[in-house]
């Protein structure tokens, strides 16, 4: 579970599921023509002060990012949850509703929550195609008018619940693994100051746009570029954790068709699967697709040219953050840079962060050799972040294998194998002074 999910205890939301379940069984009372019992007001009473005062300075709906709603929109996702949680709930409200589809109607939320004509107006509005409730991704809507059915998010659910967390399938994007942080991510201050800002843009667009009258500048987009293994996905990864969303890399490869018409079927379908949900989107190496234009020589060159437009359209007009990444931001047409709204360089780390890199990346539990320098380790290759945690596993199983502590000859090992793979043949010189421990038999047929 997300770390949001473990910092709130779920007793207030407990207490929103009981008052739904209470205010359930008061209408079912009213709709059998009899007034609700004493025992049963008294139940209600006291369940509305205890959701009253969870929902004050440490609401229980920050765990989706919800506590700033005004009173209504809470109660609405109260309604719409509960019986998505709570079996009682589901079965009051199967009693309540008879043959109704999946969801709860906005009239049925009316008679439940008992809203006078202007709480129904608030309602109607949270709902609405841009209303904060849908906007937020918070629930699914569907229909029009007093018969527009709330369904739960599929993403929203396990936040709340504890339940496993399913996540969607999407056209054209796999799903990223990673519960990464800031301490895994080591990068220059001002890189890290561009991302914190980048997380500021996502998370107060709204407050901008809805309450200053700000105008939506979609996205955000931000160009993540830099070397292989410099710590662009990572920084997605770092990103989506602290937002509670999931990160999807799309694959381009999948979505361009050479067939007219099948690349704009295959970005619609990618995007109608993402609106509304808590989705962060990877775009890799999109210097392939946004080079440099050349002179249009054929048809296939137009269109080629209309598929990259298209693309930063849907992306622009898209309401969430998109991350598109390159190795090489020069290819990449200066037309196209211009509608970035952030544009992240990571460098090659430098020697004192390739040492906190060394140090994060050795296994922690593993034994450390006494000749484990890391200070020589870092100061002698310069590799990048994905190629320093490739050689310290490498190393690592050198040393389960050899049933010793990791030393310097395991680490120059690693170092050693990840040159050759990267060069097709490493140079000797290229260890410096970690050259004295390479085993011998890895020397063989090196260049000097």
């Keep these: ?142 229909g029009e008018g007093p018969m527009t059915r709330l369904i739960p998010q599929p993403s929203v659910v396990p936040l709340i619940s504890g339940l496993p967390r399913q996540r969607p399938s999407i056209p054209g994007a796999v799903a990223v693994d990673g519960d990464m942080d800031w301490d895994d991510l080591i990068i220059p201050p001002p890189q890290r100051t561009l991302l914190e800002e980048f997380l500021l843009w996502i998370r107060h667009e709204s407050r901008v746009v809805e309450e ?45 068709s050479k067939y007219i018409g099948e690349t704009e079927k295959n970005l619609s379908a990618l995007f109608d699967a993402v609106r509304g949900r808590r989705v962060l989107l990877q775009f890799d190496e999109v210097d392939a697709l946004m080079g440099k234009r050349g002179d249009i020589k054929d048809a296939r060159d137009r269109y080629a040219n209309m598929e990259v437009s298209h693309l930063l359209s849907r992306i622009e007009v898209h309401r969430g953050p998109c991350i598109l990444t390159t190795n090489l931001r020069k290819q990449i047409d200066p037309a196209f840079q211009r509608r970035f709204h952030f544009v992240v360089t990571f460098p090659r780390p430098e020697e004192q962060e390739r040492r906190r890199l060394w140090e994060r990346l050795i296994p922690p539990l593993a034994p450390r050799a006494p000749d484990l320098d890391l200070r020589l380790v870092a100061g002698s ?68």
């Design 1 to 142: 579970m997300h770390a949001l999910a473990e910092r709130f205890t779920p007793a207030g939301l407990d207490r929103e599921w009981q008052r739904i379940e209470v205010l359930a069984k008061c209408l079912l009372e009213a709709r059998a023509g009899k007034e609700p019992g004493a025992e049963l007001l008294a139940r209600l009473t006291q369940v509305q002060q205890l959701v009253q005062h969870h929902r004050g300075e440490q609401s229980p709906w920050e765990i989706i990012g919800a506590q700033d709603l005004p009173g209504l929109a809470l109660d609405i996702l109260a309604a719409v949850y509960a019986p998505a949680i709570r079996p009682e709930a589901a079965l009051l409200f199967a009693e309540l509703q008879p043959g109704q589809e999946a969801g709860q109607s906005l009239a049925f939320l009316h008679s439940l929550l008992g809203c006078d004509d202007q709480e129904y107006l608030l309602a109607s509005r949270l709902v609405a195609a841009n209303g904060e409730l849908t906007r937020r991704g918070l629930v699914q809507v569907r």
């Design 212 to 256: 200053w009258g700000g105008r939506s500048a979609g996205g955000p987009i931000a160009l993540f570029s830099g070397p292989s293994g410099t710590g662009k996905t990572l920084a997605a990864s770092v990103i989506a954790n602290q937002l509670g969303w999931d990160l999807y890399r799309a694959d381009l490869g999948a979505l361009i």
């Design 381 to 448: 290759v310069p590799l990048t972040g994905g190629e320093i945690r490739n050689a310290a596993t490498h190393a690592a199983v050198l040393a389960s294998a050899e049933g010793c502590a990791i030393g310097m000859r395991q680490v120059t090992s690693g170092i050693w194998r990840v040159l050759q793979k990267g060069e097709g043949q490493a140079r000797l010189n290229q260890l410096r002074r970690l050259g004295d421990f390479l085993p011998v038999e890895l020397m063989q047929g090196a260049a000097p």
